[in-house]
């Protein structure tokens, strides 16, 4: 199983800052099968970046992922008050797995 | 567009049975892989089981250890997860997630809005 590891918990920052998203896994993720999701409170995850880089359709390009490997990134280049949510990062080259997520919060 | 919509979510005690489905629409659904996911209340997600196209392949979270069976209908475009031998840690928001092709090695593209299991006495 591959676990993936998510870092900060918690990311306390304000509209117009640039947010930065820690996953590392456990082992190399084949074909950099990793994606970002966002979660707003009593909603069901959205999805934004798939394959470590590429957006989803409809997802605004302030969002971007980048790594490859063991480590990857999300960014949100200018942050929006729409953005204050909860963020996973997932792998799906060996079976499935999910971070635990980071808690991004107005400051 | 796409939709996906859970039913079959309920209050069951422990030991019990419960059967989800999922009623697709806005896409082709017999060319789709599909998963269950669950999130208990305050935590993260957790993957549940994946089903290909064609239902010749499946897998299970290991910590389902064989309670868990999933299954699709294509020509009524549904998706089902048989759960017996329910136990309290199994109270959840379970979401039906199309996938982003047919095998199973995509991303979750499209999440319904889930059903609710609670497993108490």
């Known amino acids: 199983e591959i676990v993936l590891t998510q870092s900060p918990a918690t990311l306390s920052l304000s509209p117009g800052d640039r947010a930065m998203f820690s996953c590392g896994a456990s082992q190399t993720i084949a074909g950099n099968n990793l994606a970002w999701y966002q979660q707003k409170p009593g909603l069901a995850p959205r999805l934004l970046i798939y394959d470590a880089s590429f957006t989803a359709p409809g997802i605004p390009d302030r969002f971007r992922g980048s790594g490859s490997g063991t480590d990857f990134t999300l960014t949100i280049t200018r942050l929006e008050p729409e953005d204050f949510a909860v963020y996973y990062c997932q792998q799906y080259g060996i079976l499935y797995s999910f971070g635990q997520g980071t808690k991004l919060e107005i400051k | 567009q796409v939709q996906l919509v859970e039913s079959g979510g309920g209050v069951v005690q422990p030991g019990g049975s419960l059967r989800l489905s999922c009623a697709a629409s806005?896409?082709?659904?017999?060319?789709?892989?599909m998963h269950w996911v669950r999130q208990a209340p305050g935590k993260g997600l957790e993957w549940v089981a994946f089903l290909r196209y064609d239902a010749t392949k499946d897998s299970y979270a290991d910590s389902l250890k064989g309670r868990f069976t999933i299954s699709r209908d294509n020509s009524k475009n549904t998706l089902h997860l048989q759960m017996n031998s329910l136990r309290t840690e199994d109270t959840a928001i379970y979401y039906c997630v199309k996938s982003g092709g047919s095998y199973g090695a995509d991303a979750f593209a499209t999440w319904g809005q889930g059903t609710l299991v609670t497993v108490s006495a």
């Open positions: 806005g896409f082709t659904f017999n060319i789709y892989a």
